[in-house]
């Protein structure tokens, strides 16, 4: 079975410019979770949605990240205008929930963001 | 509050040293999930192993061997007969309501 697929796996642009990352959860699993790796601050949750709604986005730092999730497959993070300090791996995991007892999260490989 | 915390931020050992990982959690739920990932160079998040807390059953698994103590609210990770290819970060998490706590990590660096 495919895992989660995340696109792109590296990134770079410079500042100013719109960055649109993508996520391919794992079929059938209905809870999608958006993370940023930086050296300063470790892993943090960024935002999470069940059933293709946003859960919670208190993670998400300001107001130029945004997330969606149109369809049970799918799902976008996007920074618009980047900044430099946006640089970071970006992991998309996904897990089911509800019957069948606890499931971990499955992680993506990442997308390596380099804003320059 | 919810918490992780790996007081080792890296451990260097020779090739076929014994090494713990230690991992101590907070967390006011009486139902939760501990895990260890590994985060090889390559920079993907390998998932290692899964423990409730209802199960405080030691874990062996080849090299690997996890010891989960509730009263101490730990859950240390050893590996045994270290190699190179050991060499990672390893983020110890907990699963409370539906994020994961993580850890700060432990760089682990394993010399020939």
């Known amino acids: 079975d495919a895992g989660v697929i995340q696109s792109p796996r590296h990134e770079v642009t410079e500042m100013g410019q719109e960055v649109t990352l993508r996520c391919k959860p794992i079929?059938?699993?209905?809870?999608l979770f958006w993370y940023r790796q930086t050296m300063m601050r470790g892993l943090e949750l960024l935002i999470y949605?069940?059933?293709?709604?946003?859960?919670?986005d208190s993670g998400m730092p300001e107001d130029r990240f945004s997330a969606k999730m149109p369809n049970a497959s799918f799902s976008t993070l996007k920074i618009q205008p980047s900044e430099p300090r946006d640089s970071a791996v970006y992991f998309c995991a996904s897990r089911r929930t509800g019957t069948g007892g606890y499931q971990p999260q499955h992680f993506g490989d990442g997308t390596r963001l380099s804003i320059l | 509050a919810q918490k992780v915390t790996q007081a080792q931020t890296e451990i260097s050992v020779v090739e076929k040293e014994d090494v713990t990982l230690d991992c101590v959690y907070e967390?006011?739920?009486?139902?939760?999930?501990l895990f260890w990932y590994k985060q090889p160079p390559s920079g993907e998040l390998v998932f290692l192993i899964r423990r409730n807390s209802f199960d405080e059953q030691n874990e062996i698994s080849g090299r690997y061997s996890w010891n989960f103590q509730k009263s101490t609210s730990s859950f240390n990770f050893t590996i045994t007969a270290s190699q190179v290819v050991d060499s990672a970060v390893y983020f110890c998490a907990l699963d409370s309501n539906y994020q994961l706590i993580w850890g700060a990590g432990t760089k682990l660096i394993i010399k020939p």
């Open positions: 949605f069940n059933n293709n709604v946003p859960i919670d």
């Open positions: 967390t006011r739920d009486t139902t939760y999930y």
């Open positions: 079929s059938g699993h209905n809870s």
